[in-house]
């Protein structure tokens, strides 16, 4: 089992930055794959972001492509998410997801373990 745990979601205005972090816990941070995904209300879950196993490679919806940085820390067992030139079609629940494997996958049925999401909410 691993528990995955969100933060640092919130309001802000089109044009801000926010980070979110999910931090891990359980099994070896460093065996998974770790993808973001959001969901906007009445939406299908989409993919935003992942990184591999080390974090060297990493993959972005192109969406979020030049806005959005993944990244983590497996020493500290957490995964990051930089969000920069938010957008009010942004705005959606933000959910980390651990995939035990070292590929990165960009469907949702592809993750093992999910956290219970952050919202983030960016005003025009």
């Known amino acids: 089992q691993v528990q995955l745990v969100e933060s640092g979601g919130g309001l802000v205005q089109a044009g801000g930055s926010l980070r979110l972090s999910c931090a891990a816990s359980g099994r070896t941070f460093s065996n998974y794959a770790m993808g973001w995904f959001r969901q906007a209300l009445g939406k299908e879950r989409e993919f935003v972001a992942g990184t591999g196993m080390s974090g060297s490679s990493t993959y972005y919806a192109d969406s979020m492509k030049g806005r959005f940085t993944i990244s983590r820390d497996n020493a500290k067992n957490t995964v990051y998410l930089q969000m920069n030139s938010l957008k009010p079609e942004d705005t959606a629940v933000y959910y980390c997801?651990?995939?035990?494997?070292?590929?990165?996958?960009?469907?949702?049925?592809?993750?093992?373990?999910w956290g219970q999401g952050t919202q983030v909410t960016v005003s025009s």
């Open positions: 997801a651990a995939h035990l494997s070292a590929a990165v996958v960009t469907h949702w049925s592809g993750y093992d373990y």
